[in-house]
Structures are given as structure tokens and as C-alpha cells.
């Protein structure tokens, strides 16, 4: 093992093997050096590098996720910032701005594929099962999305854990309540920020109509964006800010680069990465 020396060194510059750093000290009595690794560092000394931050941007269809989200990813990384892109469901088809990005996840898991297929229409599930589904594709991503965020990547997922409760909820499966649907997530990496693009159904079908996956019929959107209100007045809307997406792409932009920005130079960025709580 390498170990850097900070400060109170053997004298010799850079890097040492750890037995010589240990065998000088022993014969010289010089205090211990401090290292990267040391256990219990003075106070003034170099702190642990900071992690990642996890933001998440949510909203009904055509809302300007995708949009928003290559934006917000190429504003960071210009910043300086390592960014990580990711998206779910996994496998759904691609959108015309994620042609122009890179870093993306694989997007053809198995589990990916299946949701695929049913949003396309060419498979059938029942509810639980292509809930379940949903979620397991989250979960096979989940060590992933830790591990980028230790080493100080910043982490911006296109639709998370809350697409998955209230499409599923929206449903009006009676056995299949918001409450009911939260199960699976609980443990998950908890985002630090998710910013919900709200518009109006009417207004999100001007920019080109819905198309004809599963769920976008104007009543399932309608129902979608009621729950998605109810969600924020839970304990999974602490993290979350409604930012008005019926304006302009620019004005959009703007907003969740701020909001973005608030959360990276927070207090939170000192504290581990949370999981969603039961
Ligand atoms: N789903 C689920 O059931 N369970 C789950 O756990 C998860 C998802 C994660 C696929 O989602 C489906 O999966 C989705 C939820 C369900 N169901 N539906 N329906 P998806 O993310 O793959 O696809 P999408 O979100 O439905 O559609 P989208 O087309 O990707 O929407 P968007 O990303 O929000 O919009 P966009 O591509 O950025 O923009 C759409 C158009 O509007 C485009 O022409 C833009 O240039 C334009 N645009 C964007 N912003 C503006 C502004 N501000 N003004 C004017 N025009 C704009
Ligand atoms: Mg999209």
C-alpha cells in the first residue's frame, strides 16, 4: 500500500512504501505522519473529498425532462463537475437529446427490456408484476449510482423512484395504492434534490401530442399529476421542488441550474448519501 505524507514526513519527498514509512518512524521517533487514510485527522488538516450530489428530475410526459436534463448535465460538467447520466426505465427508447449525450447507463438489461416491450404494447403484465419490474430495474442500478456518488461524481437521473409510485398508483388498481407501491423503493438512494417539471396535460400535448405508449392518454396524465401533488405533501416531497415547466426552455433552465447550484454548496454534500426511508 501507498501512502502520501501531509505533513511531519521521514523527510524524504512523495510517496514510501508503508514498512519503510513505519520502520523510519520507529528509529527516528518522529511523530506519525498523517496520511490519507489516518483514522483520526487534526483538525486542519485536508478533509475527505466530497461526494457527488444525486438530483433527479421528474414530470408528466413532454414536461421537458430529457431536455432539461441533457442541459443540466452539459452545464455541470462545463462547471468542472463529473456527471454521471442516467435515466429509468433503463431500456425505453431513446429521445432525440440523448443522441447528443455519452455516459449514459446500458440501457438493455433484461428487466429493461421487458418494460420496454410492455410500453410499447408488444407484452402484457399484470400490475404488481411490471411494478415490481419497474423497481427492480432501479435496484440493479442502485450500487452503480452509491459507488459514482463516493468518488464525487454528481449523479442526474431523467425519472426515478417517484414515476414509479404514481404511474403505478394512477392505474386505479384497488390493491395497488401509492402507499403500496412505495414498498420496493424503500432503500434506494435517496436523491438530494428532485426537481418536478409541472404542466398542465393540455399544454404538454401542444409540444407534439402523446404518443402511444401505455400510459399517455390524457386521462392517465390528469391522474398522474394529481398524484404527483399528493407525493410532494409526503414525506418523499421533502426533496422535492415544483418548478413551473410551461415556460420557456431557457427560463426552465435557468431555475434548475439554481436549484442545482443551492443544493451542491449545502450542508447536505458533508453528509452521507441518504437511502429512502421506509
Ligand atoms: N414509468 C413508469 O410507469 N414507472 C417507472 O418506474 C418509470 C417510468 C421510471 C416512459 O417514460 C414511461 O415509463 C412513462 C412513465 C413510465 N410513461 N409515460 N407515458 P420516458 O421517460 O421514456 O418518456 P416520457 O417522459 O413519456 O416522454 P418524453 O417524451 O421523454 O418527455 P420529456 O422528456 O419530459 O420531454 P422532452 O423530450 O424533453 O420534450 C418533449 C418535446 O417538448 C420536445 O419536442 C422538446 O423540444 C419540447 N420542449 C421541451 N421543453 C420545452 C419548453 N419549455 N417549451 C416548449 N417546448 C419544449
Ligand atoms: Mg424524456
Redesign the pocket.
Known amino acids: 500500500m501507498l501512502i502520501v505524507h501531509i505533513n511531519g514526513g521521514s523527510g524524504r519527498e512523495g510517496l514510501e512504501a508503508e514498512g519503510a514509512t513505519a520502520y523510519s518512524r520507529k528509529r527516528r521517533s518522529l511523530p506519525r505522519p498523517r496520511t490519507f487514510h489516518d483514522p483520526n485527522p487534526p483538525s486542519s488538516g485536508m478533509s475527505a473529498p466530497e461526494r457527488g450530489a444525486l438530483i433527479v428530475i421528474e414530470g408528466l410526459d413532454r414536461a421537458g ?2 431536455t432539461q436534463h441533457g442541459r443540466l448535465c452539459q452545464n455541470l460538467e462545463s462547471q468542472g463537475h463529473t456527471v454521471k447520466r442516467m435515466r429509468f426505465p433503463g431500456a425505453s427508447p431513446c ?1 432525440h437529446v440523448y443522441a447528443l449525450t455519452h455516459n449514459t447507463e446500458d440501457r438493455t438489461t433484461p428487466i429493461g427490456k421487458s418494460i420496454d416491450a410492455y410500453l410499447k404494447g408488444e407484452s402484457q403484465q399484470e400490475d404488481h408484476v411490471i411494478h415490481l419490474l419497474f423497481s427492480a430495474n432501479r435496484w440493479e442500478a442502485a450500487a452503480s449510482i452509491r459507488n459514482a456518488i463516493a468518488e464525487g461524481t454528481t449523479v442526474v437521473i ?1 425519472r426515478y423512484y417517484y414515476s414509479g409510485i404514481v404511474y403505478s398508483a394512477a392505474k386505479g388498481n384497488p390493491t395497488l395504492s401509492l402507499e403500496w407501491a412505495r414498498h420496493p423503493e424503500v432503500g434506494l438512494p435517496l436523491p438530494d434534490l428532485c426537481l418536478f417539471l409541472d404542466i398542465t396535460p393540455e399544454a404538454a400535448a401542444k409540444r407534439g401530442g402523446f404518443g402511444n405508449e401505455k400510459y399517455e392518454t390524457s386521462a392517465m396524465q390528469k391522474r398522474v399529476r394529481e398524484l404527483f401533488y399528493d407525493l410532494v405533501k409526503l414525506s418523499d416531497g421533502r426533496g422535492m421542488r415544483i418548478l413551473d415547466a410551461g415556460r420557456s426552455i431557457e427560463e426552465v433552465e435557468k431555475d434548475v441550474a439554481d436549484r442545482v447550484e443551492e443544493v451542491i454548496k449545502s450542508s447536505r454534500m458533508s453528509q452521507e448519501l441518504g437511502s429512502i426511508p421506509p
Do not use: L, M
Request: proline share 25%; aromatic share 0%; glycine share 0%.
Open positions: 425532462k430529457s429521445p431523467d
